[in-house]
């Protein structure tokens, strides 16, 4: 006869790789950027979390057309199996900076398009000159959770990380302004200017309260968009080509021959280094992090 202890959690034979779905999804809302993230389709993730909600007796997502959320349940799950799915992680960073020989793997980048495309990759020769043998990955993302799951070595990011397993190095101050070009300044008075009269050039609401829109909602400037992209090179390109005034990085922006607004200043923006205690000691990796150091203060030398 069965008795109370028959559904007790074999706790030796609980999925990982479910538990691994269960909190992506968990910390995405949605299956589908989950199946992105993981490198796996929808009905694998699917399938695990619904072996996972059966071994476990619990119903722990509510999944439907507009996303995945959470159950009272699953939130007392996810509070445990964080945790555990971040040290499973580490398996993943610590064989990487463990590895040593000819064959190693390419160092990992993550950072915002504007810092790749400006600041890392025109001196990627600098890198070269001093270690020919490393290779570098340069991928575009504002997401700390590939540096969680071990698929990065490195970020660069625009808040300063609060996980306990990361350490954050301080960046030089990135200066952020508004700029238009010659053609469209033509005629036109700088320090007369009114921006509520102009056309400006946005980021998307994609990116939500960060610095340049709480300015742009605090000065009552919502009305005068008429260009907006997730893309900071798009404004630039936009603004080079005479379409309106663009919030942009100084460096980048002086660099495109673009002219600075003088009306109003925008906030600075402080990046930061951000890598892994358990790699802190690899030589390899700390010479790519003195290189990316050197190419900020290259970069933001005369903005």
Same mark, same amino acid.
């Given at each position: 006869?069965?008795?109370?202890?028959?559904?007790?959690?074999?706790?030796?034979?609980?999925?990982?790789?479910?538990?691994?779905?269960?909190?992506?999804? +968990?910390?995405?809302?949605?299956?589908? &950027?989950?199946?992105? &993230?993981?490198?796996?389709?929808?009905?694998?993730?699917?399938?695990?979390?619904?072996?996972? &909600?059966?071994? =476990?007796?619990?119903?722990?997502?509510?999944?439907?057309?507009?996303?995945?959320?959470?159950?009272?349940?699953?939130?007392?799950?996810?509070?445990?199996?964080?945790?555990?799915? @971040?040290?499973?992680?580490?398996?993943?960073?610590?064989? @990487?900076?463990?590895?040593?020989?000819?064959?190693?793997?390419?160092? #990992?980048?993550?950072?915002?398009?504007?810092?790749?495309?400006?600041?890392?990759?025109?001196?990627?020769?600098?890198?070269?000159?001093?270690?020919?043998?490393?290779?570098?990955?340069? &991928?575009?993302?504002?997401?700390?959770?590939?540096?969680?799951?071990? #698929?990065?070595?490195?970020?660069?990011?625009?808040?300063?990380?609060?996980?306990?397993?990361?350490?954050?190095?301080?960046?030089?101050?990135?200066?952020?302004?508004?700029?238009?070009?010659?053609?469209?300044?033509?005629?036109?008075?700088?320090?007369?200017?009114?921006?509520?009269?102009?056309?400006?050039?946005?980021?998307?609401?994609?990116?939500?309260?960060?610095?340049?829109?709480?300015?742009? #909602?605090?000065?009552?400037?919502?009305?005068?968009?008429?260009?907006?992209?997730?893309?900071? @090179?798009?404004?630039?390109?936009?603004?080079?080509?005479?379409?309106?005034? +663009?919030?942009?990085?100084?460096?980048?922006?002086?660099?495109?021959?673009?002219?600075?607004?003088?009306?109003?200043? =925008?906030?600075?923006?402080?990046?930061?280094?951000?890598?892994?205690?358990?790699?802190?000691?690899?030589?390899?990796?700390?010479?790519?992090?003195?290189?990316?150091?050197?190419?900020?203060?290259?970069?933001?030398?005369?903005?």
């Amino acid at each position: 006869m069965e008795n109370g202890f028959s559904k007790m959690v074999n706790e030796q034979a609980i999925d990982w790789e479910a538990i691994r779905c269960f909190v992506e999804v +968990a910390r995405r809302g949605s299956l589908s &950027e989950a199946a992105n &993230e993981l490198g796996l389709s929808i009905p694998t993730i699917s399938r695990r979390i619904d072996g996972l &909600e059966a071994q =476990l007796d619990l119903l722990l997502l509510r999944r439907g057309p507009r996303g995945a959320h959470l159950t009272e349940a699953g939130h007392a799950i996810l509070q445990v199996a964080e945790p555990g799915a @971040r040290q499973l992680s580490q398996i993943a960073r610590r064989a @990487r900076a463990l590895q040593d020989g000819p064959n190693l793997p390419s160092v #990992r980048i993550s950072a915002t398009e504007a810092v790749i495309a400006d600041v890392l990759a025109p001196r990627l020769a600098n890198l070269r000159a001093q270690d020919a043998s490393i290779c570098i990955d340069l &991928e575009v993302s504002n997401d700390i959770a590939n540096l969680n799951a071990g #698929r990065t070595d490195m970020a660069i990011r625009m808040v300063r990380p609060q996980e306990e397993t990361l350490i954050a190095r301080r960046l030089p101050v990135i200066r952020l302004g508004l700029f238009a070009s010659p053609d469209y300044l033509r005629g036109k008075a700088l320090d007369r200017l009114v921006l509520q009269d102009e056309h400006l050039l946005w980021l998307d609401r994609q990116y939500g309260d960060i610095a340049e829109n709480l300015w742009l #909602r605090a000065q009552g400037l919502d009305a005068t968009i008429r260009f907006c992209s997730s893309s900071v @090179r798009s404004l630039l390109n936009a603004a080079v080509a005479g379409v309106g005034i +663009a919030p942009l990085p100084a460096f980048a922006a002086l660099q495109a021959g673009l002219i600075e607004i003088p009306l109003r200043i =925008l906030p600075d923006r402080q990046p930061w280094l951000v890598f892994h205690r358990d790699t802190k000691t690899n030589a390899r990796l700390q010479l790519v992090r003195d290189w990316i150091v050197a190419c900020f203060k290259d970069a933001l030398a005369e903005a």
